[in-house]
């Protein structure tokens, strides 16, 4: 059995960073007893190209979390070049912390019912558990999974563990992390805001919306991306 604290990470392009990404990291320091590491994507494979670039989303990750205890930025995908896969920055994170310090991924409802589609997806669980988040109206059980994700259920089936049980072991388990309200902020929302000139300042930290205006962000055309070059896939 493990007694290390357990690391939470929490990918993401984060274009940009906002209230509802916050409330998400701190919701999963808290009922997991965790230290939570957000992870910025450099060339997110699930999604087209970002509007601002990886050391921008990056800065404003750093200015959001300033000051916040158990909250911190991890640039390892911003160093490496290539399709930033989830099952290698989890590969590296093992090698660099040892097979026994209990690790989690975390992933949007969403994330979880396309999880089959991303690299090497299986190998996950050999690195990391696996947290998905319940936001209130997008709820993810087994019969929702057995309809939209049998390989997904398959895969969890026999994993579930209660969330305060991750800590215990390395890897291997998935829970779910139940979010008590909804939350409004979604970056495409607040990047349209901003482009047509609407109230957003209070969907992000002031040092980020300091930032955006600094740098004159997303304030370009409307967000019509190209389809991703690689496969659905994270």
Same mark, same amino acid.
């Given at each position: 059995?493990?007694?290390?604290?357990?690391?939470?990470?929490?990918?993401?392009?984060?274009?940009?960073?906002?209230?509802?990404?916050?409330?998400?990291?701190?919701?999963?320091?808290?009922?997991?007893?965790?230290?939570?590491?957000?992870? #910025?994507?450099?060339? $997110?494979?699930?999604?087209?190209?970002?509007?601002?670039? @990886?050391?921008?989303?990056?800065?404003? &990750?750093?200015?959001?979390? @300033?000051? *916040? #205890?158990?909250?911190?930025?991890?640039?390892? +995908?911003?160093?490496?070049?290539? #399709?930033?896969?989830?099952?290698?920055?989890l590969?590296?994170?093992?090698?660099?912390?040892?097979?026994? @310090?209990?690790?989690?991924?975390?992933?949007?409802?969403?994330? &979880?019912l +396309?999880?089959?589609?991303w690299?090497?997806?299986?190998?996950?669980?050999?690195?990391?558990?696996?947290?998905?988040?319940?936001?209130?109206?997008?709820?993810?059980?087994?019969?929702?999974?057995?309809?939209?994700?049998?390989e997904?259920?398959? *895969?969890?089936?026999?994993?579930?563990?209660?969330?305060?049980? &991750?800590?215990?072991?390395?890897?291997?388990?998935?829970? !779910?992390?139940? !979010? $008590?309200?909804?939350?409004? *902020?979604?970056?495409?929302? &607040?990047?349209?805001?901003?482009?047509?000139?609407?109230?957003?300042?209070?969907w992000?930290? #002031?040092?980020?919306?300091?930032?955006?205006?600094?740098?004159? !962000?997303?304030?370009?055309?409307?967000?019509?991306?190209?389809?991703?070059?690689?496969?659905?896939?994270?």
């Amino acid at each position: 059995m493990s007694a290390a604290r357990l690391l939470v990470c929490y990918g993401g392009t984060f274009d940009p960073v906002h209230n509802g990404h916050l409330a998400v990291a701190r919701a999963a320091r808290d009922l997991l007893d965790a230290d939570v590491a957000l992870v #910025p994507a450099h060339d $997110p494979p699930h999604k087209g190209p970002t509007r601002a670039d @990886a050391l921008q989303r990056a800065e404003m &990750l750093e200015l959001a979390l @300033a000051g *916040e #205890p158990g909250l911190r930025v991890d640039r390892r +995908e911003l160093r490496r070049q290539g #399709p930033s896969y989830t099952v290698d920055t989890l590969g590296e994170l093992r090698r660099e912390l040892g097979a026994d @310090a209990p690790i989690a991924w975390l992933v949007g409802a969403d994330s &979880l019912l +396309e999880l089959h589609t991303w690299h090497r997806w299986r190998e996950l669980f050999t690195l990391a558990h696996l947290v998905a988040v319940q936001r209130p109206g997008s709820e993810v059980d087994a019969a929702r999974l057995r309809a939209q994700a049998p390989e997904v259920l398959a *895969e969890i089936d026999g994993r579930w563990l209660p969330p305060g049980d &991750l800590a215990a072991s390395p890897a291997g388990g998935f829970a !779910l992390l139940a !979010l $008590p309200a909804l939350r409004p *902020e979604s970056s495409t929302g &607040l990047r349209r805001r901003i482009r047509e000139g609407g109230d957003w300042q209070d969907w992000v930290a #002031p040092a980020v919306a300091a930032f955006i205006d600094r740098h004159g !962000l997303y304030r370009g055309p409307a967000d019509i991306l190209p389809a991703s070059p690689h496969p659905s896939q994270r």
